[in-house]
């Protein structure tokens, strides 16, 4: 017997696929927002968490909806921060490296966050 197709299921799915999509710029601009906060020098913890918090739901959510390299480059910079929240003392350079990889990625979605190429060619970072 053939299982039927719920085709509520997949509207409903659009109406997610709708609503992420319609969000990103929005999540683009917190993520600026908090990049414009930030002090490598001396970087306040809260906006860590923040940043690390919105990546994190990024690289959970994004293939779902369709943007499956802007997941997987936000999986790869909440990594990498991840690594540098686990030390106790960070240098700025380092903090600013980060920094400059979350402005590239921000400056990439800000262009087509469904695109399939990471400007490296690779689809990933």
Excluded: C
């Amino acid at each position: 017997m053939a299982t039927l197709i719920d085709q509520d299921f997949f509207a409903r799915l659009r109406v997610l696929n709708d609503k992420f999509a319609s969000g990103v710029p929005a999540t683009l601009a917190q993520l600026g927002a908090l990049r414009a906060a930030f002090e490598p020098k001396s970087p306040d913890p809260h906006i860590v968490t923040e940043l690390h918090q919105i990546l994190h739901t990024i690289a959970g959510s994004a293939a779902t909806f369709g943007f499956r390299t802007m997941g997987q480059q936000a999986r790869a910079l909440e990594q990498r921060l991840r690594v540098l929240m686990a030390f106790e003392v960070i240098a700025a350079r380092d903090w600013q490296h980060w920094l400059d990889g979350l402005d590239a990625y921000r400056a990439w979605a800000a262009i087509d966050p469904r695109a399939d190429e990471y400007p490296d060619g690779s689809g990933q970072q």
